[in-house]
T-cell receptor, first 111, second 116 residues
């Protein structure tokens, strides 16, 4: 089962940064943190992943604390199309791609 | 071009029937998956196939049988459908075959199964 804790929902104003927290206090040294999102009625979409260092791509930034017990996904300029459920997943390495999705955070981007 | 496609998109059927959902990926990936998303929106992995071989089977009733004729296809056959099988089923694929490192899964659009 998922080993992450996320807030149930968050609101964000359009054009502002959305910061989505995730707690993974039991993460082990070889486990990656992945973020996916699911826009209503669609299949989940990969956003970003990281192990220790902060990561940035064209969609978002991932900030992982030094002790790796928590992370934050940052959408720098949220748009209405970013309204979705965001899943933080700790991937169990060496387990052939087992992904355990938790309940996620419903991000509501408002105009 | 659709990367991961599923058919049908909607499936309404009676209890006790047998049905199949088809999945195809044109990404050249070696690993494919089936997930179930229930009414509470929890997304749970059911099966994973790597190069036509089963590598994950998560306590799924044996009424569910995945079939992989080739590495681009992973179909899901369900026997004796029950009310509790009503859900959205997602197919996915990924390139990573070793279970290590980077693993981006590409999901299909989902199949909404309703059992009456």
């Amino acid at each position: 089962d998922a080993k992450t804790t996320q807030p149930t929902s968050m609101d964000c104003a359009e054009g502002r940064a959305a910061n989505l927290p995730c707690n993974h206090s039991t993460i082990s040294g070889n486990e990656y943190v992945y973020w996916y999102r699911q826009i209503h009625s669609q299949g989940p979409q990969y956003i970003i992943h990281g192990l220790k260092n902060n990561e940035t791509n064209e969609m978002a930034s991932l900030i992982i604390t030094e002790d790796r017990k928590s992370s934050t996904l940052i959408l720098p300029h949220a748009t209405l199309r970013d309204t979705a459920v965001y899943y933080c997943i700790v991937r169990v390495e060496y387990n052939f791609n087992k992904f355990y999705f938790g309940s996620g955070t419903k991000l509501n981007v408002k105009p | 071009d659709t990367a991961v496609s599923q058919t049908p998109k909607y499936l309404v059927t009676q209890m006790g029937n047998d049905k199949s959902i088809k999945c195809e990926q044109n990404l050249g990936h070696d690993t494919m998956y089936w997930y179930k998303q229930d009414s509470k929106k929890f997304l749970k992995i059911m099966f994973s196939y790597n190069n036509k071989e089963l590598i994950i089977n998560e306590t799924v009733p044996n009424r569910f049988s995945p079939k992989s004729p080739d590495k681009a296809h992973l179909n899901l056959h369900i026997n004796s459908l029950e009310l509790g099988d009503s859900a959205v089923y997602f197919c996915a694929s990924s390139q990573d075959t070793s279970g290590r490192g980077y693993n981006e899964q590409f999901f299909g659009p989902g199949t909404r199964l309703t059992v009456l």
